[in-house]
T-cell receptor
Framework: GESVGLHLPTLSVQEGDNSIINCAYS??????FIWYKQESGKGPQFIID?????DKRQGQRVTVLLNKTVKHLSLQIAATQPGDSAVYFC???????????FGTGTRLKVLA | GAGVSQTPSNKVTEKGKYVELRCDPISGHTALYWYRQSLGQGPEFLIYFQGTGAADDSGLPNDRFFAVRPEGSVSTLKIQRTERGDSAVYLCASSFDKATEAFFGQGTRLTVV
């Protein structure tokens, strides 16, 4: 099947450790951000979102941090599991056009 | 259905042929997006529908690409005179409205030979 993330930056993490995936965005007009997880041969899967009026949002085992000053987004995954292995994309939505622009992506490899 | 459904899941076509890719959004979702994803890349925006109308088609690469959503539900992406460079995974996403999160389908892998 198709291999997503063939040439993407890779983060290798030991099972049980915490993972931090970073993303820089460029559009100061972006008001909404989403982290997606994509496994090989599948479509992007929604993980967590955050609006620009917030700087932190927590979900189940995941936390998203937003720093608008430096246009930086991060995804923290607690107690990383083998099932977390995938390519992770951040997506920013332009407040005027409502279209989502995706970042380059980071491949997360969980080591047993 | 429970999620966004795309058909076919795989399509192989010859250079120069016409293809149609179908997207069934989540029921009740008014916003629908088409994206294209090449190997090792993030999804690239093509077009966004709000209801029946194309609110933003700025991502369509050229006039060989066209998309419709005549009844505000199912959408079809149409590609004329396909080229080998059109080979990619074509992803569809829908959201309840333009302000809420978008959910993606599994994609259609198009291969032009």
């Amino acid at each position: 099947g198709e291999s997503v993330g063939l040439h993407l930056p890779t983060l290798s993490v030991q099972e049980g450790d915490n993972s931090i995936i970073n993303c820089a965005y460029s559009n100061s007009a972006s008001d909404y951000f989403i982290w997606y997880k994509q496994e090989s041969g599948k479509g992007p899967q929604f993980i967590i979102d955050i609006r620009s009026n917030m700087d932190k949002r927590q979900g189940q085992r995941v936390t998203v941090l937003l720093n608008k000053t430096v246009k930086h987004l991060s995804l923290q995954i607690a107690a990383t599991q083998p099932g977390d292995s995938a390519v992770y994309f951040c997506a920013e939505r332009d407040s005027g056009t409502y279209k989502y622009i995706f970042g380059t992506g980071t491949r997360l490899k969980v080591l047993a | 259905g429970a999620g966004v459904s795309q058909t076919p899941s795989n399509k192989v076509t010859e250079k120069g042929k016409y293809v149609e890719l179908r997207c069934d959004p989540i029921s009740g979702h008014t916003a629908l997006y088409w994206y294209r994803q090449s190997l090792g890349q993030g999804p690239e925006f093509l077009i966004y529908f709000q209801g029946t109308g194309a609110a933003d088609d700025s991502g369509l690469p050229n006039d060989r690409f066209f998309a419709v959503r005549p009844e505000g539900s199912v959408s079809t992406l149409k590609i004329q005179r396909t080229e080998r460079g059109d080979s990619a995974v074509y992803l569809c996403a829908s959201s309840f409205d333009k302000a809420t999160e978008a959910f993606f389908g599994q994609g259609t892998r198009l291969t032009v030979v």
